[in-house]
């Protein structure tokens, strides 16, 4: 099992950046994708981007593509999510999760998930 922590979030005004960490306690051999994904009261969990380990190909979902960026640092064993132009409407707790299958916005495909990072943007 992975052990994911984030880190990064917090309260940015619009038009603002963040960038969120997802450092993970190892990357075994059947770690396929680590994908980002939020939440917000009442919501189901959405995919945001994603990145394939092993060829860092990149997904992103079509209401960040253009600005949000999705990077790996494989010998920190690091995600990264770095996020422009924020919008009141990216406010969610954010969650990365790692997965042995290929990159999905599906997230029972995600085996293992971090605590979660609070990113609340305020207009």
């Known amino acids: 099992q992975v052990q994911l922590v984030e880190s990064g979030g917090g309260s940015v005004q619009a038009g603002g950046s963040l960038r969120l960490s997802c450092a993970a306690s190892?990357?075994?051999?059947?770690?396929?994708?680590v994908g980002w994904f939020r939440q917000t009261p009442g919501k189901e969990r959405e995919g945001v981007a994603y990145?394939?380990?092993?060829?860092?190909?990149?997904y992103y979902a079509d209401s960040v593509k253009g600005r949000f960026t999705i990077s790996q640092d494989i010998a920190k064993n690091t995600v990264y999510l770095q996020m422009n132009r924020l919008k009141p409407e990216d406010t969610a707790m954010y969650y990365c999760?790692?997965?042995?299958?290929?990159?999905?916005?599906?997230?029972?495909?995600?085996?293992?998930w971090g605590q979660g990072t609070q990113v609340t943007v305020s207009s």
């Open positions: 999760a790692a997965t042995s299958w290929v990159c999905s916005p599906d997230a029972n495909q995600y085996n293992d």
């Open positions: 190892e990357y075994t051999s059947t770690t396929k994708c």
């Open positions: 990145i394939d380990t092993l060829n860092s190909a990149t």
